[in-house]
């Protein structure tokens, strides 16, 4: 048989220069399309990012203005008596108000009147009436006052409602739009920064709707799981990294934390409402049980990072300080832990902001309320951010479409912030061995 190779291993005739020239052109190839197929993906990702945030600014910028108009308003004695404070027509002095900056307005007529009023927001007449109950001597007096309109005329003057629709198919009418053009002609209509987007709870008029109650709601929910899991879940990982013995049993535990973490956050959500609710009788719609909730949730992440910030301190910091004579209690508390804090606190504020993107385990304990006021403490009845964008999403109300974006966009710039917070403590702290 014919021996067809040389003594390099390569073809008769081929060199073994020309075959490691050969095989490098082929690894250079592939490694171009591995890079190429590598940035094909990072761009498609950007991509998608970059129209999901773009679809929430074009759709969300709306909601963080809001259009007023200014009115004097002449607080007549016979509609609001001083001897039934704070009752009294507030909506008709302030729709009285109004008309008279119309011309051509017949306010006799109920129906026109009542289109009138219409302009204003249903929230006018309980900012007049605040006024006047502060201050009773305004009665009798003319004060100006500035206040949203209703979410149509809000539309409208944002070009949300086109002018060119028929008539019958338009919420706004052709006699209300020139009453509203009027008013802009008159300089009474502006669009200032919609502030009560953060300091009004929510409402059923999506002009009054605000987020200062889901806020409030997640702040203490973020407040008591923090408070659970951040002591509970370092201490766990202190204990399973740095003193349990290495058995079947700690191995299985730790299988158990690495699977919890997996585990999706609906389980966690029927987990609190029938242990919390259920068995223990706490009161449903509490950011106090939907912290317990994210405590559970969160807790297998902390366990973890914690357990890899642990590890990260090289094995020469222990044996240096129980060679000094330290005990192990002191090695770990006064050396590993303070410098495996960096990565502690990353894992904690990164779960944390996790915890506070979640929806399903608060819709199921009931964080879905209509609520009208911020909760004053975790155990009155509240929302959460992501729970008042899905109440805000299910609304048949045009002007919530606004809203929902412009919430979305305040979460994702919270989770931002505390991604960035995580980022910077591990730059600033962290420390190469």
Known sequence: MTDTTNAAGAPRGQSAADLVAASLKRRHRKQVWLQAIGIGAISIAFTMLFILVMSLVSTGWQAFTQTHVTLDVYVDPAEVPVERLPRGGFADVAGASLGAMLPDVDMTDRATARSVRNILSNGAQFHLRDLVVADPGLIGRTVTIKVPVSDPFDQLNKGLIDRDTPNEFRRVKNNEIAWFDALQDQGAISKPFNWALFTNADSRFPELAGLKGALVGSFWALLVCFLIAFPLGIGAAIYLEEFAPKNKISDLI????????????????????????????????????????????????????????????????????????????????????????????????????????????????????????????????????????????????????????????????????????????????ERKW
């Open 254 to 429: 730790e299988v158990n934390i690495n699977n919890l973490a997996a585990v999706p956050s609906v389980v966690f959500g029927l987990l609190a409402l029938a242990v919390f609710i259920g068995w223990f009788g706490l009161p449903r719609s509490a950011p106090f049980v939907g912290g317990l909730a994210l405590a559970l949730m969160t807790m297998p992440t902390i366990i973890i990072a914690t357990r890899a910030a642990l590890k990260a301190v090289p094995p020469s910091i222990r044996e240096a300080a129980l060679g000094l004579g330290a005990s192990r209690q002191q090695v770990v508390f006064q050396h590993v832990l303070p410098l495996a804090m960096p990565g502690i606190l990353t894992g904690t504020i990164i779960g944390l902001a996790q915890a506070l993107g979640e929806t399903a385990p608060l819709l199921l304990i009931g964080m879905n309320a209509f609520i009208t006021s911020a909760a004053s403490s975790p155990f009155d009845s509240a929302t959460a951010l992501p729970t008042q964008i899905f109440i805000w999403a299910d609304s048949p109300e045009r002007g919530f479409v606004s809203r929902t974006s412009a919430a979305i966009l305040v979460l994702l710039g919270f989770l931002v912030m505390m991604n960035g917070i995580a980022i910077y403590l591990r730059q600033k702290f």
